[in-house]
């Protein structure tokens, strides 16, 4: 059970740092004078490194063990954080990103599959919750950290990395104790795309489209909701910019303890339902310059977000072969992850060339057809039905 929660909070921490500098990118385009565009590509550092990061890293550790991978990764964190703390010009934050996103590539795939092996009674519906609650928990309590420390505590910018470098520290402690032989399969290391049974290439292909559209939705709260909220109020509090930016991944752990009795199929369509009234909501607030209905569009989001991404998960566990856990569990993250980069890119280029509101309403009809699309292939998909009855065991 120890081992288990170390695994559960090094996966918590290390998701904590990587979404901190959400409501501190305005305070960083002010001090070091870089462009909205600058700031869109310093956003897009991050899931550029981490896409390749899991494919190299989900491989390697299921040919060395888990451990021989996570802990230079968090180590990898640590870096990117200090880095972070003592910034002194645009170059440092395309590092630190850079960092944090090789970071999260190495250790995020491992660490789930690392969850799944290691809980006491083999109950994998329970592991897979633990790993979808860490990682949305994580990424909505960054910016909340952020936010705080940047208007109430002293060196602004700093101290949340430094907090998050200690607690990175304690995290890769914890994991010390971890088998060496964990997830070992003694297989030569090679790079290539993680193999799923027949059967089962289409509910994992769908959890992967599922998985991409959500984090799709939600990365568009955390990069540019902040700056809209400021648009439409004229608010420049940098606790309530962490706040619009974290609610979506804060509501969505709160949902996922509460969705436990439903199946992993089930969980992903009814999630993308959600989302896609959130994408609606988002739609109409802009007209309305309704700050109230940006926060009801987080709040079904977060819910939509919190479902869709747990049946994601519980999906690859169920259909992960043992000796290829760690890839195939990447290679979801990898999904999830071009989610996160492609649209935040694009909302970020669009808005600088009309603006913040129409950058944002154009998303909002995009997110809102595509997660109907995936939700509609889900209904149908008649392979995927085994899913809602299964057994929390994954395949192999």
Do not use: K
Not at 6 to 35: D, E, K, M, Q, R
Request: proline share 6%; charged share 10%.
């Amino acid at each position: 059970m120890r081992i288990f929660r170390n695994c559960a909070f090094a996966l918590f921490v290390l998701i904590v740092g990587t979404n901190l500098p959400s409501p501190l990118y305005a305070v960083y385009a002010h001090s070091f004078g870089f462009s909205p565009v600058v700031l869109t590509l310093i956003f897009a550092t991050y899931p550029a490194v981490l896409v390749p990061s899991l494919l190299l890293a989900g491989s390697a550790a299921d040919a060395w063990g888990y451990r021989r991978v996570l802990l230079p990764g968090l180590a990898t964190a640590v870096a990117g954080a200090l880095v972070f703390a003592y910034a002194e010009g645009m170059g440092w934050l395309f590092l630190a990103r850079a960092l944090q996103g090789a970071a999260a590539g190495m250790s995020s795939g491992a660490l789930t599959a690392a969850l799944a092996r290691t809980e006491p009674r083999g109950n994998g519906r329970r592991a897979s919750m633990a790993a979808s609650i860490a990682t949305t928990a994580g990424g909505g309590f960054g910016p909340v950290l952020a936010g705080a420390c940047a208007a109430w505590l002293p060196a602004p910018t700093r101290l949340c990395y430094l907090l998050s470098a200690g607690a990175l520290i304690v995290a890769a402690t914890g994991l010390l104790g971890l088998p060496a032989s964990l997830g070992r399969t003694g297989r030569p290391w090679r790079v290539s795309l993680p193999r799923v049974p027949g059967a089962a290439r289409v509910p994992f292909g769908l959890a992967c489209a599922t998985g991409c559209t959500g984090w799709a939705v939600t990365a568009v709260f955390l990069s540019m909701v902040p700056s809209y909220l400021r648009s439409l109020t004229g608010d420049r509090n940098l606790f309530l910019a962490g706040f619009a930016a974290g609610l979506v991944l804060l509501v969505a752990a709160a949902v996922q303890p509460l969705t436990t009795g439903i199946g992993a199929r089930s969980q992903q369509r009814s999630g993308l339902l959600v989302l896609t009234a959130g994408a609606a909501v988002l739609l109409i607030a802009g007209p309305a310059r309704s700050p109230a209905l940006v926060i009801a569009a987080a709040v079904l989001v977060g819910v939509g977000q919190g479902l869709s991404f747990m049946g994601a998960v519980r999906a690859a566990n169920l259909v992960a072969p043992a000796e290829s856990r760690a890839a195939v569990v990447s290679t979801l993250y990898m999904a999830s992850y071009v989610g996160v980069g492609v649209p935040a890119v694009g909302v970020g280029l669009l808005s600088t060339l009309t603006s913040t509101t129409t950058a944002v309403a154009v998303f909002a009809v995009v997110a809102l057809l595509v997660a109907l699309a995936v939700a509609a292939m889900h209904a149908r998909s008649r392979s995927e039905r085994w899913l809602d009855v299964a057994h929390e065991q994954p395949v192999g």
